[in-house]
């Protein structure tokens, strides 16, 4: 099974971290006539006036607070005044219920994240929290309200410790550069029919290997049950160690 760019697709929510308590980070409606950053227009109300959003803090509800001290306890030490992050209640049943589908075989996961301890460093203090429009990213979710694209980075440890919680074995884990080189993809550009071809696949090739397109943001894990054959994607690189 394959899924690419599922889990980052996934529903997150955003918390904050402030004396020493985690809050919940929500949307609340602002007064029409705010302007700015933070508060963006939803279209207009009845009477002619704008719709306007701002971002509200709130006593995070017991899920979010369970979730966030287990995160908490596996970090080295607290969070910054203010610190700002996502957290994704959605993966252990999403992954549970892919196990379920899963006999014996692989399930191949590619998405742009990170391991835990890259994911909450103290210098990401305001998460990974990403907007999409028009070919464009952004980190304002309260501009072009309903018509843009809003996902989150991977917590890949949340992944892993999803998979172990199901039965599942984490069997691989890299970069998306090691993972397609691994997997032969120098021969098929090489392997193109004409040079204008060659060319064309070897610009493709380029973005998705090079570390400052997609080649280190992305990631691979490979999450197995009866599968003891060897991972070719996996063999110039594992870094399982890292979750």
């Known amino acids: 099974m394959l899924a690419n760019e599922v889990a980052d697709a996934l529903p997150c929510r955003r918390f904050t971290w402030r004396d020493g308590a985690v809050s919940e980070l929500g949307v609340a409606l602002a007064e029409a006539a705010s302007s700015g950053a933070n508060a963006a227009s939803g279209g207009p109300a009845e009477s002619g006036e704008q719709i306007c959003f701002r971002e509200q803090s709130a006593a995070a509800d017991a899920a979010l607070a369970r979730a966030c001290e287990g995160l908490l306890a596996s970090l080295e030490g607290e969070l910054s005044q203010g610190y700002a992050s996502e957290i994704c209640l959605r993966v252990e049943p999403w992954i549970a219920s892919l196990s379920e589908c899963l006999g014996r075989g692989v399930l191949l996961l590619c998405d742009y994240g990170l391991p835990r301890r890259h994911y909450y460093h103290r210098g990401r203090a305001s ?60 021969g098929f550009v090489a392997e ?9 696949l070897a610009g493709e090739a380029r973005r998705l290997i090079m570390p400052e397109e997609m080649g280190e943001a992305f990631k691979f894990m490979a999450l197995t049950r009866g599968y003891d054959s060897p991972l070719s994607g996996f063999a110039l690189q594992d870094l399982r160690h890292l979750l």
């Open 127 to 186: 998460g990974t929290l990403r907007c999409h429009f028009k070919q464009r990213a952004h980190a304002d979710p309260y501009i072009n309200v309903g018509v843009q694209d809003i996902t989150a980075w991977v917590d890949f440890t949340r992944l892993a410790e999803a998979a172990l919680a199901a039965n599942l074995t984490v069997s691989g884990f890299a970069t998306q550069a090691a993972f397609l080189l691994a997997s032969g993809l120098e």
């Open 192 to 200: 193109a029919d004409d040079g204008a071809q060659r060319a064309r």
